[in-house]
């Protein structure tokens, strides 16, 4: 496991009390107030600022030398105390801003200037309070002049940006958190009617009338008592409005997405609202989600699933699983159950015929509740298939004229049986151009080219009717906002987390939620009244010497590798104990297999997603000497974690004896017996 560095990095924040850290830890007191009006004065200037001014600013009632000379005394104690913050010479002096000095109001500039949502609100979380709040300087008159300008102005900057932090919210329907804010901003202004007013329009948008009506006695409280004013005319008729319940008000704020879909995830979040509405004007397209198992695609669809069932269409969910005893049907059968709920049972509200009631008896015996004995046809299994996938048609149909709107998402198509997608199949192209969504996530790792769900998906897009995205890893920078939330902890200790997290999860949210639980478990991680800490001692030592891997972890990659034959899977043993990367040379030499044999097996893991091909010598430098192969061809295991699965799968002696042959097969050494034909065991590799 790499080691972590201890950068010296400097925290300066100006938004709220002065804070000034060093590694995360304070730093004691410069000399004086003025050195610490300097310091900030410097940081919020962009350019050099002459040596005559900073006198005039602070010594003006010295003579000339006399003020040079205390500005030379100052520098330098800051200079000692945040070595290479200042660049001076004869005339000027200019802070230093680079990596080493991190500056909120510098921050505050960059998230703020971002479109993401997620972003802007982190430059949110950087304003602690009034610009330099407890920070004075006597007999300091110009700086006293340009600490209250600076604070007004930026008081005015932040209201602003809070206000549109505060729409992006409205816009999105996500009310509460649009009052979070609202109610931050009024700390700043609590005389302004006009976010009284927006608070007031907040609580009534997400059903809290008492509350709304609430806030208006609490802004006439504080009008009176600190302006002897009422309220306006706009604040006494929002209030009317809302007494009288005007549903018109809904309509003040445009509602345009829900609530802030998962970090890194807007676009994709975008196009699945866009791939709902094409559905709901009778265009739809299958849509197909696909990414690595924990990567977050089940997320991502159940936000957008519960934005549009807040606005009243009717969502049919299920998972489909692999069964060996053949439950076939199965998926259909849980997510159409919840229709013929004995409370609200559709058909009490729609008219089906006696002839696709009987059929539905077959999946769905509460179906004969209150019904009649029926007769049940006795036909062939490909019309008694008809029969059964045009009642199932039948059923959507007249639920979509009852609900207007149906969704239908299974989850893990991949598990889902042959039967299963011809009966997905058949419910598409009859009902395709009714408004209803056909949406589905799987891992394409887990299905080969001649898998049920391959040949659908690769049918789907010859006709035109398939629209499908991935899902990728999240970026470290996203691993770090996420950090950034955790109360508490240093600009080190994140540092130190979120390398170590985004190392071992490399972006995929399951395992870094499962690494994150075991640090917690482990009382590395803390947390307790909603302050995080770390045991900075347990860190560093975990970062140097590594962690097991997380039981529910190891629980996923094993069904992965249950697919797999035992011989192709003792050979992805041996590859994992050359290495997280290996050569195909090497793997020839150690294990003695046919060259055929390890290729096909290669191409059975990459299609599985457990390893992919890297560039030429990438990862062996030193396995061209075990071979006479021009090429050599070189591999990784795609995630740590699938390694270090494969790896403890293997006892001490077994991996001592290995380690001992692939020690002298890199050397040229190690001749081992050619194993049995390659051909014969084709057909061992699994699914």
Not at 427 to 440: D, E, G, Q
Request: proline content about 5%; glycine content about 6%.
């Amino acid at each position: 496991m790499p080691t972590f560095a201890e950068p010296t990095r400097y925290h300066l924040r100006l938004l709220g009390p002065l804070q000034i850290e060093r590694n995360g830890v304070p730093i004691g007191r410069l000399e004086s107030r003025k050195a610490l009006g300097l310091l900030c004065y410097l940081c919020c200037q962009n350019k050099p600022v002459p040596r005559v001014h900073l006198t005039t600013l602070f010594w003006g009632e010295k003579s000339e030398m006399r003020g040079r000379g205390n500005l030379s005394r100052v520098l330098n104690s800051i200079a000692h105390e945040l070595p290479g913050c200042i660049e001076a010479n004869r005339h000027t002096v200019a802070f230093r801003h680079h990596d080493q000095f991190w500056v909120d109001i510098v921050q505050f500039d960059t998230l703020s200037a971002s479109k993401k949502l997620h972003l802007m609100v982190a430059a949110t979380e950087l304003y602690r309070g009034e610009f330099l709040e407890d920070l004075t300087v006597k007999e300091c008159p110009e700086f006293d002049l340009w600490l209250t300008a600076e604070r007004e102005r930026w008081r005015q900057r932040v209201a602003q940006f809070f206000q549109t932090v505060i729409n992006h919210h409205a816009e999105r329907g996500e009310y509460d958190q649009g009052l979070r804010f609202a109610t931050r901003l009024l700390t700043l202004d609590p005389w302004s009617e006009e976010i009284h007013r927006q608070k007031m329009l907040l609580y009534h948008l997400s059903g809290q009338r008492t509350a709304a009506l609430a806030q208006f006695e609490e802004c006439k409280r504080i009008l009176a008592e600190e302006l002897g004013v009422e309220p306006g005319r706009e604040t006494l008729l929002l209030r009317r409005q809302i007494e009288e319940l005007n549903s018109n008000l809904a309509t003040s704020i445009q509602q345009m997405l829900p609530r802030e879909p998962l970090l890194e995830r807007g676009d994709e979040h975008t196009w699945l609202i866009h791939r709902w509405e094409d559905a709901r004007r009778g265009a739809g397209k299958f849509t197909l989600v696909e990414g690595e198992v924990g990567v977050g695609k089940t997320a991502l669809i159940e936000e957008v699933l519960a934005w549009a069932a807040s606005r009243g269409a009717r969502v049919l969910r299920s998972r489909c699983y692999e069964y060996r005893s053949g439950l076939t049907y199965e998926a259909f059968v849980n997510a159409l159950r919840p229709l013929f709920d004995s409370q609200q049972n559709i058909l009490d509200k729609i008219k089906l015929a006696d002839t696709w009631l009987i059929e539905l008896m077959r999946l769905w015996p509460e179906v004969q509740n209150g019904l009649p004995p029926m007769p049940v046809f006795a036909d062939e299994e490909m019309t008694a298939r008809h029969r059964l996938f045009e009642s199932i048609a039948q059923l959507l149909m007249a639920t979509i004229g009852h609900e207007r709107e149906v969704v239908l998402f299974l989850d893990d198509l991949h598990e889902a049986d042959q039967p299963s997608l011809d009966m997905l199949r058949y419910l598409y192209h009859r009902l395709h151009t009714r408004a209803i969504w056909f949406i589905c996530a799987y891992r394409r790792e887990e299905t080969t080219p001649n898998h049920p769900l391959s040949l659908f998906r690769n049918v789907l897009a010859r006709e035109g009717h398939l629209a499908t995205t991935l899902l990728k890893p999240l970026s470290s920078e996203t691993v770090f906002q996420i950090l950034r939330r955790y109360d508490g902890l240093t600009a080190i200790q994140l540092h130190r987390l979120g390398q170590f997290l985004q190392e071992q999860s490399e972006g995929n949210p399951f395992v870094l939620e499962q690494v994150r639980l075991a640090l917690h478990e482990d009382h590395i991680l803390s947390e307790e009244e909603g302050i995080w800490s770390v045991d900075n001692g347990r860190l560093t030592a975990i970062c140097q010497g590594g962690m097991g891997v997380p039981a529910a972890v190891t629980a996923v990659v094993e069904n992965r590798l249950a697919r797999l034959n035992p011989r192709a899977r003792r050979l992805l043993q041996i590859a994992a104990a050359i290495g997280r990367e290996f050569s195909l040379p090497l793997l020839i030499a150690v294990s003695g297999e046919p060259t055929e044999w390890i290729e096909i097996c290669l191409s059975s893991w990459m299609a599985r997603g457990l390893v992919a091909e890297m560039m030429a010598n990438e990862a062996d430098p030193t396995a061209e000497r075990t071979t006479n192969r021009k090429s050599n061809h070189a591999y990784r295991f795609n995630h740590m974690m699938i390694w270090r699965v494969v790896l403890q799968e293997l006892a001490p002696l077994q991996r001592l004896r290995l380690d001992e042959r692939i020690a002298e097969a890199r050397i040229g050494r190690f001749h081992p017996q050619p194993a049995p034909d390659a051909v014969r065991h084709i057909e061992e590799l699994g699914d």
